[in-house]
């Protein structure tokens, strides 16, 4: 099957990418939660399943500079509490479901910074959730072969050299 929902969603985003805003926001989340809904039989999504990637880049806008990311998961796979920097990003589940814990920071009586866990929940298929700046979560694949995209406003691996995306590896609580 060809690409037709994959390219109808490059299509629409690039014509609203601007600075993000609610519509913005809204706009992206329904055209990449019909992505996953309609795009499961295309071929991009075969070829994922086949390769079995942990990290793809499905398309990279070089005018707006979003990207647009699969993971293909196993269970037990575990990204640890993160933000985003100065990006912002939206995850959706084309197959299997993913644990999405949501944290925010405390200053502790010390005057040290903790991140607490404040929620927990389970995306599962045809679901799609943003995160902007500031936003800290983590992940856990629950199910093997699971399929989550990710819409990332910009190049993230910038974020992380020049020390704005953080992982919070020590000093983060989980339920």
Not at 149 to 169: A, H, N, P, Q
Request: with cysteine.
């Amino acid at each position: 099957m060809k690409n037709q929902s994959l390219n109808t969603f490059i299509e629409e985003l690039s014509k609203v990418w601007g600075p993000v805003n609610s519509e913005l926001t809204k706009k992206a989340k329904a055209l990449l939660t019909e992505l996953i809904t309609k795009g499961t039989e295309e071929d991009w999504v075969k070829d994922l399943l086949s390769k079995k990637e942990p990290n793809t880049n499905v398309y990279q806008s070089e005018e707006h500079g979003f990207i647009l990311q699969a993971h293909v998961e196993q269970k037990g796979d575990v990204s640890v509490p993160h933000d985003h920097g100065n990006g912002w990003v939206l995850y959706a589940t084309m197959k299997g479901r993913v644990e999405m814990g949501i944290y925010h920071k405390v200053i502790q009586p010390d005057g040290t910074l903790k991140v607490i866990q404040k929620d927990l929940y389970t995306q599962k298929p045809g679901q799609c959730n943003i995160y902007l700046q500031g936003d800290i979560h983590d992940t856990k694949t629950v199910e093997d072969d699971t399929i989550m995209l990710r819409l990332t406003s910009c190049d993230f691996s910038k974020e992380v050299e020049e020390g704005r995306l953080i992982r919070f590896m020590e000093n983060s609580e989980r339920w």
